[in-house]
């Protein structure tokens, strides 16, 4: 008996182990896009906070009165306005547009160190970020009394 070519069951099992190893590295790569995106999201976050300390450090009316009270909140929208970050901050896990109306909260932490975090004043009030751009957390060096409607520990991690 002659025989030139494969079998059916020779193929089926080929083609099972391609579709196996398809999905493993479909699951790889999304998940290291996944990373990926959250680490581009916590770079923009400190960006951002970065910005408002620039901010500040420019603006003798804020400046003074960061001064005097030890805190001051900043809208995004202000530092859009004056081109200290860009208009569209585009958040890259959902592609949805980052609300300018979110605060970032700058202070001046128990140990005379400035820091900052990005706060939401939506109907969820919380932390958003970090001064490092992480969601959690967040704030915990602020004084309590100034943050009394938000959600210190909160985490928007949406993996």
């Known amino acids: ?44 976050y400190t960006r951002i906070q970065r910005a408002a300390l620039s901010y500040l450090d420019m603006n003798d009316s804020w400046r003074n009165q960061f001064n005097s009270k030890g805190y001051m909140y900043l809208k995004i929208g202000e530092l859009q306005n004056e081109n200290f970050i860009e208009t ?32 939401s004043p939506g109907e969820m009030k919380g932390c958003v970020a970090n001064s490092d751009g992480d969601p959690c957390d967040c ?4 004084n309590s009394e100034n943050l009394q409607d938000y959600q210190k520990t909160n985490c928007y991690d949406a993996s």
């Open 88 to 119: 569209e901050l585009i958040d890259p896990r959902d592609l949805e547009e980052i609300d300018s109306k979110n605060l970032i909260y700058v202070y001046i932490k128990d140990d005379k160190s400035v820091d900052s975090c990005i706060l």
């Open 1 to 44: 008996m002659n025989k030139k070519g494969f079998t059916l069951i020779e193929l089926l099992v080929v083609l099972a182990i391609i579709s196996i190893a398809s999905a493993g590295s479909i699951l790889v790569f999304d998940r290291a896009d996944n990373e990926n995106n959250k680490k581009e999201l916590r770079d923009m």
């Open 139 to 142: 704030c915990l060096g602020a």
